[in-house]
């Protein structure tokens, strides 16, 4: 594992997040009529667990936090080792 000071002048390199509300299910007929303002039903609610992912791997387990007017992710727990 490297060391924060071997791997430090990395740090302005940018990393694609992935985070998943939820996997899903639409029929093709659904699909095809989404459009800009429609609305897909998400069960997960605000102080639900949800996986952060680099790369399509796991880094860390984050929780939903409603914020000012918008959704965010609060980091729960980072998995070991980074």
């Known amino acids: 594992m490297a060391s ?3 791997i430090g002048h990395l ?3 940018p990393l694609t997040i992935d985070i998943s509300l939820d996997c899903g299910m639409l029929a093709v007929g659904r699909v095809l ?3 800009a303002g429609s ?3 998400c069960p997960r609610a605000a102080g639900d667990n949800l996986d952060v992912r680099i790369g399509g791997r796991v880094i860390a387990l ?3 936090v409603p914020l000012e007017g918008m959704t965010g992710v609060r980091i729960a727990h980072v998995m ?3």
């Open 4 to 6: 924060l000071e071997q």
């Open 33 to 35: 009529d989404l459009k």
């Open 39 to 41: 609305v897909i039903r």
């Open 62 to 64: 984050g929780e939903i």
């Open 11 to 13: 740090g302005g390199v």
């Open 80 to 82: 070991e080792p980074l």
